[in-house]
């Protein structure tokens, strides 16, 4: 699996992996995506919390 940005605190919950990354701006960004196959869920939030909500309530498609 490719890995462009340097992702830390990577955890799963169900499918969905959450990490943290530096955007290489000074920022540190955090994202949800979901590794189902099939499926291309994938988001970016500006807080941690936001982005575990996100992959706790993800629902893939069927
Ligand atoms: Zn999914």
């Known amino acids: 699996m490719p890995r462009p940005r340097r992702f830390y605190d990577v955890i799963r919950i169900g499918p969905v992996q959450v990490a943290s990354y530096y ?3 000074g ?3 955090h994202t949800a995506t979901c590794t189902a196959p099939g499926c291309s869920f994938s988001t970016d939030k ?3 919390a936001g982005a575990e909500l ?3 309530t993800h629902r893939c498609q069927p």
Do not use: E, F, I, V
Request: charged share 40%.
């Open 27 to 29: 920022h540190t960004k």
């Open 23 to 25: 955007d290489g701006h």
């Open 46 to 48: 500006h807080d941690r």
């Open 54 to 56: 996100a992959a706790k």
